[in-house]
């Protein structure tokens, strides 16, 4: 056994650089462009093409049974901005996004900030020519929102539909949730979404990529967030399975779970998230469904930050957890408990990069019987190939 727990000797140089946050960067002020800057939602079908950067003003919505499809290559920018200002792309439940990438031609969200652009990307580079993979919160994220089925409640009882965070109530493209579990948003792949995150009230950032309500209809894989000042990705309910997820130092939770989501999550890696690695509540309704997680490989620290908890459950979590790994792992760092209603949560082929006699000391309650100490990463590394987060050594842990 290979005990990489500790020894961060044998990370790639570039991968320490993408962990070190550096506050004395200066964010260059944006020089004028031939931009196509977007201040109107989407209300008719739309193409944006990969010939041109296509400029986020504010928080935009595909509205009216629109699609709006985003041709491979092409690279969109949210302008700076907090609060009602913070700039983000919204799918409401009557529209539709397709984000078509592919593994030569990815689709890249960034901000105005980024250097990035589109002779970059047709001759294969996809990484940032100036801003650290760290830099977060300096545009808002992609919010999908559909009519799968949600388990939420308030204070009359169940609701069937939900406001998304970060949206105003009076902004009706903001609501998620409804009875379709086959419902279609359209697709994400091969999609890198990076430096978001912006903050939209007191401690209230928005996700990388948010799914509420999102249904089994719509095809999310491929998916790289870099550099989220919140969540990497957060479901709130709905049906969807996602797969092939690259979450790099998300500045709160890594994987965020809600409201009873009822699907997959399959071949993912995770990259040093300050908050918990996963963070996995339940049903907030009487409508009762639980989602699998399963092979993935996770960094819990890297030099400068760690993570909080390895897994956080609340008392009504339905999860199944399995064939995951868990390298750089400190005191601390904890499955923070096991013991849930029969059969609610189970670990199956939890490997922990650690002695035998270590595992204890990282599981608040009884070691499950899937838990135990093995140097066996899971996740199909080959498929995550074309992010930043490969080219800059940061899988190489694995």
Not at 171 to 189: A, C, K, M
Not at 287 to 305: M, P
Request: charge should be negative; include cysteine; proline fraction near 5%.
């Amino acid at each position: 056994m290979r005990i990489k727990t500790l020894i961060f000797s044998v990370i790639a140089a570039s991968t320490f650089a993408a962990c070190t946050k550096d506050s004395t960067i200066e964010l260059p002020t944006p020089a004028p462009n031939d931009n196509v800057v977007v201040r109107t939602n989407i209300t008719e079908n739309t193409v944006w093409t990969a010939d041109r950067v296509w400029q986020l003003s504010g928080r935009i919505a595909v509205t009216n049974g629109a699609t709006l499809t985003i041709e491979p290559g092409t690279i969109v920018k949210g302008e700076p901005g907090t609060g009602a200002n913070a700039s983000s792309l919204v799918v409401a439940r009557d529209g539709k996004l397709v984000a078509d990438g592919t593994e030569e031609a990815p689709i890249i969200f960034t901000s105005t900030a980024d250097e990035l652009m589109p002779e970059d990307i047709a001759v294969g580079v996809f990484v940032s020519p100036n801003l650290n993979a760290t830099i977060s919160g300096l545009w808002g994220g992609v919010i999908v929102l559909g009519e799968a089925p949600v388990s939420a409640s308030n204070d009359a009882g169940d609701v069937s539909q939900v406001q998304i965070e970060g949206i105003p109530t009076s902004d009706p493209t903001g609501l998620y949730g409804g009875n379709d579990p086959e419902d279609n948003s359209g697709i994400l792949r091969y999609v890198s979404i990076r430096h978001g995150g912006a903050n939209i009230g007191s401690g209230n950032e928005i996700n990388g990529l948010t799914l509420g309500g999102v249904g089994r209809g719509t095809t999310v894989e491929h998916i790289e967030i870099v550099g989220n000042q919140d969540d990497g990705i957060e479901w709130f309910g709905g049906t969807v399975d996602v797969s092939h997820v690259v979450v790099w130092n998300a500045g709160d939770d890594a994987i965020d779970t809600d409201q009873g989501w009822s699907g997959t999550l399959d071949n993912f890696v995770v990259v040093a998230p300050q908050g918990h690695c996963f963070e996995l509540d339940g049903p907030e309704g009487t409508l009762v469904a639980g989602h699998t997680i399963r092979n993935g490989s996770v960094l819990a620290s890297c030099e400068v930050w760690e993570s909080m908890d390895l897994i956080n459950t609340d008392d009504n979590s339905r999860v199944a957890l399995e064939h995951i790994y868990f390298t750089g792992i400190r005191s601390g760092q904890t499955i923070n408990r096991t013991a849930h209603q029969a059969g609610a949560v189970t670990f199956s082929d939890i490997y922990f990069d650690l002695t035998p006699d270590q595992v204890a000391a990282h599981i608040n309650g009884a070691v499950p019987a899937g838990v135990q100490a093995a140097d066996a990463p899971q996740a199909d590394l080959p498929e995550l190939r074309w992010t930043w987060a490969n080219a800059a050594g940061a899988l190489s842990i694995f």
